[in-house]
């Protein structure tokens, strides 16, 4: 019985799919059944997401579950204790991947108005900004606005706890979960790092030690498994107490996130130990600091060829369901800041009268927000995650990097006419004219 309705409910997804259904319609294809029981949700998951490598490890699935039926091993959950389902189908209702965030959701978040979308998420207003707290300004990236954020959150009260990313003393840039509760921690973990920290894993230890009111530091995909477990409509109470407590959702840029490959292969190039390289910005480049106190810069088109190629189902570079979003976005020494939500205002307005922050108008530097736009529509014009290839299909074809995927890909195309493209013909060289080089 449980698996004849588990295939019924793959068949009414991938009928819903091949039928140009809103996104929001997909959920009804497992949400009908969850009255009628012998849906095995995590079987539908594995085969649907993770065993086809779709999987971008937010981990939503693993921190709503409340039988802890996954465990986390190589930036993806693992089905260990598959026995212990109890049906209730929140991990497939969580998943970014089955489900991309839907209007519904984005109606359920207290959005500020008025609002726009200039391309990037829905917003009420954006600054670039750095904290006039030097002390955060020399731990943190670019302007520091997270870091300040966090910081003064702890210290007033507002917060409690912030779930975030750090990165293993013995494996510098290799990140893993952490929930912080002082300043001292939060200015131990600031700084990005470009490999994938697994942030969210530590909402399971916020929620067992009662630590709220709650801020979650993520990037895109992480923001949104927050907020389909937040807004999920299975109501179990994993996902209110989520709702109840998550007070603030902070969302990092994003383009893609890179293996432990390619921090390796950096630190050989480099000619270094990889633990001799304390931070790693991209500004159209690698731009690199050693502890030595040396700089240097490399190609990110080298460095690009490592990235996770989980991210490439991923549609959202803005962190466009966060309560505010951040990113360099190719500014020195300063943060774009983006206010999307009445939250998010609370706590950007308390830097502001505490004297926390200084900032300029947009307008000053208006090629951040048109590139803060075009990185942002080029991801939203992905197709769907569950209409791509799986990453067996990908490899298979020897078309692993993200942009041949896109090249054509239209607003107004239909996903189901999408196919992955061949990579693009090699550069012809230029050839010299008579003026140039020749005896003169």
Sequence with gaps: MTQDLTKEVQDRYHRLLEEGADPNEWAYAWRSEYNRGGFKAVDFLMEEVVNPGKCIGCAACL?????????????????????????????????????PTDKDLTQQIELREPSMDDGFGPYAYGVLARTTQEYILNEGQDGGICSALAIHGLQTGTLKGLVVGNEYPDNPQMGYA????????????????????PNTLALVEAMEKDIAPLAVVGVPCQVDGV????????????????????????????????????????????????REIANINIKGRLEIKLRDGREETRSLKAFGKYARPACLYCMDYAADNAD???????????????????AGHRAWQALVEAGWVEVKELEELPKSKELLTRL????????????????????AIGNL????YYRGWEDDSSAKDWRPLPPPPPKKKKAKSKSEGGVS
């Design 324 to 342: 505010i979003g951040l990113g360099g976005i190719g500014l020195d020494g300063w943060t774009f800041t983006v206010i999307r939500t009445e």
């Design 63 to 99: 921190t709503i579950c409340p039988v802890d039926v996954f465990d986390y091993e190589d930036e993806r959950p693992v089905d260990t204790r598959d026995t212990a389902c109890v049906f209730c189908e929140l991990c497939v209702d969580a998943c970014p991947v089955l489900r």
């Design 401 to 404: 990097d993200p942009k041949n």
């Design 178 to 197: 952490q929930l912080a509760t002082t300043p001292e921690e939060v200015l131990t973990s600031a700084r990005s790092r470009y490999s994938y920290q």
């Design 376 to 395: 942002s529509r080029y991801k939203r014009n992905r197709p769907l995650p569950a209409l791509m290839p799986t990453y067996q299909e990908r490899e």
């Design 227 to 274: 907020r389909q477990q937040q807004y999920s409509s299975i109501r179990l109470d994993v996902a209110e107490w989520y709702r109840e407590n998550i007070s603030l959702v902070i969302g990092l840029f994003c383009s893609e996130a890179f293996t432990e490959e390619g921090i390796d292969w950096l630190a050989n190039d480099l000619g270094v130990p990889k």
